[in-house]
């Protein structure tokens, strides 16, 4: 699979890694200082304020009983990662293929050219979890014409984030000759690779990077999870307004690029488009995969746990950790239920009022789709919705709000309804 983790098969679903060399010094361009209508008994599913696992979730909110479909909308791309909007008022999809391409879906149909192919210049060998790995579209698309992507790069695996521009003459073909390298990051291991990128809603760029690869995080004495010597296993938080390439904000805790640290890999995470507030889904090790919330007031700085924490739960060492200072996260899914946590977001949509602040998710493995929400006592309960029957690499949200779900084996672009 692309993203999050080398897989193997045997009795249960685990994450394996090559060993890992000497880590790769920091890059100059850092500044280092079926639908399912009620709710199921999920037995290692843990709400933020439970210590221990346990049999049930608990209560499910009023809307625990809405059913919910997937209906295809665009097939034929190859291995899908991530679907945005330009929010331009075009009600166009612009879905990243691994292997390089922009495709835009309008009107309910793929367009036949790329918007963008830089196949040339992506990196897909040494694992599956390489490639064009994401999208964003700047806050004022409209005027400036500029969007960003997240790809590994030849020959050397490095993480780079572009910018281009969308052509004069044609809104659905970019320029292929404007890119302009934002930031490079060297990866000591080709996966972990981390690969969303989103404007929060204070206009800034926030990028998820995974800890370097390989296995538990070996890099160093204490990973690069928790150093803030790196920008690996992190989320970043920079500034591309009015400059070729970023400033530092100001406001970011640590004087770096650095937002929130403590992080395995955190291959999608979205804003509440209401609330401002962070969902961060970061895929485990071997056991847990966890969602990671930071509401909208928070400052940044927080340290999610990895690698003393593998969710809620102490990986290094195994028995006795210190988790003092540590942020744990709200939820939790141990690998009798997948292997690999795919982030989603917040509906925010008009076409079904019920499922208005469902915070939706899935597994890539499993293809289970649970929604997270906060009940009235405000405690995080999950709800098992849906069994995709496929792969599910990604998340999306239209221009309206309506969510969509990737198929990254199937190629498929699917529409969530609910009935």
Known sequence: MMHFKWIILSALLVSACAPTPTPKPIPSTARIATALPTQVSIPT??????????????????????????????????????????????????????????????????????????????????????????????????????????????????????????????????????????????????????????????????????????????????????????????????????????????????????????????????????????FIADVGQNTYEEIDFQPTNDHGGENYGWRIMEGKHCYNPSNGCDQTGLTLPVAEYTHDFGCSITGGYVYRGPKYPQLQGLYFFGDYCSGIIWTLQRDAKGDWQMIKRLDAGFTISSFGEDQSGELYVLGFDDGTVYRLVAQ
């Open 45 to 278: 599913a843990v709400a933020a304020n439970t210590p221990t696992p346990v049999p049930t979730i608990g209560p499910a909110p009023s809307n625990g009983s809405i059913q919910i479909d997937l209906v295809p909308l665009v097939p034929g791309i190859t291995n899908p990662t991530n679907l945005v909007s330009p929010n331009d008022g075009s009600d166009r999809l612009f879905v990243t293929a691994k292997p390089g391409q922009i495709q835009i879906i309008s009107k309910d149909q793929l367009l036949p050219q790329p918007f963008l192919d830089i196949n040339d210049l992506v990196d897909l060998e040494g694992s599956d979890e390489r490639g064009l790995l994401g999208m964003a579209f700047s806050p004022n698309y409209a005027t400036d014409r500029f969007f960003y992507v997240d790809y590994t790069r030849q020959p050397d695996g490095a993480t780079i984030i572009a910018r281009y521009s969308v052509s004069k003459d044609n809104p659905n073909v970019a320029d292929p000759n404007s890119g302009v390298t934002v930031l490079k990051i060297d990866q000591p291991q080709p996966n972990h690779n981390g690969g969303q990128l989103a404007f929060g809603p204070d206009g800034y760029l926030y990028i998820g990077m995974g800890d370097g690869g390989g296995q538990g995080d070996q890099h160093g004495t204490i990973g690069n999870g928790q150093s803030l010597n790196t920008l690996l296993g992190k989320i970043l938080r920079i500034d591309v307004n009015n400059t070729d390439r970023y400033t530092i904000p100001s406001s970011n805790p640590f004087g770096t690029e650095i937002w929130d640290y403590g992080l395995r890999n955190p291959w999608r995470f979205s804003f509440d488009r209401l609330t401002g507030d962070l």
